[in-house]
């Protein structure tokens, strides 16, 4: 027997595992594409929604207290409100203890739409994905594991408010340098009170950390949508900070 003769059999044994690793390859491809159509909605909106409502009108009550914020210039201002009300929203959220159920739901997947003759969503489809709930969900539970004290969410939220990595900022220095103040306030209230706990400090700016993976549009959508819609969440800040 010839080496021709051992082709077809070589070329055999060669494409089934590649026909393997191809199934293999398309049906993680379908269970991930299956998991991002997984999203959720609030399973009690009435309640939540006026809970997040009332937080986000102390939250600006509490913005419109920071002396050095009403300093700056108000371009200054709409700029800190619009890139930090979600982050400080959220921390309200954990300072408050407010816990949330959601339910899932399922989007339709694309070809599930055009057998169905189902108009595709252009807002993100129904509720929001799950991993950003859990991410949401995480983060209350790193507050509520760390027991926060008032005066910490304080300066975790002056901290979130004075963030000099926006673009835009005319006074750049000196929202640095608030930033800077507010981390050494925290340290320093952590060093007096808690002195057994060498690794507190730490864990507040792991907690703080973890708000960067949460989205505006995300704590927008999940909050705030079921009880304003298609508002524009920004428009309806500026008009509860500013009257305008």
Known sequence: MTNNDFSPMLSACHSEPRQQQQQ???QQAARSCGATRRRGVLSSPQV???????????TLRFVKNVPCFRELPEEEQ???IRSGWAPLLVLG?????????????VEPSMLQRILTGAPQSHSGGAG???????AIRGFLRKCWSVDISTKEYAYLKGAVLFNPD??????????????REAHQALNEHVRLIHREDATRFAKLLIALSMLRSISPSVVAQLF?????????IE???MEMFYGK
Do not use: H, M, W
Request: one cysteine or more.
């Open 24 to 26: 293999q390859q398309q």
């Open 48 to 58: 939540t929604c006026k809970a997040a409502s009332a937080i986000l009108v102390k």
């Open 78 to 80: 709409v700029v800190l």
């Open 93 to 105: 959220l954990a300072q408050d203890r407010v816990d949330f159920e959601t339910t899932e739901t």
């Open 128 to 134: 929001v994905s799950l991993a950003d709930i859990e």
């Open 166 to 179: 926006l673009e835009g900022l005319r006074c750049l220095p000196y929202i640095q340098s608030l930033r």
């Open 224 to 232: 705030f949508k079921p009880i304003i819609g298609s508002v524009n």
């Open 235 to 237: 428009e309806v800040l």
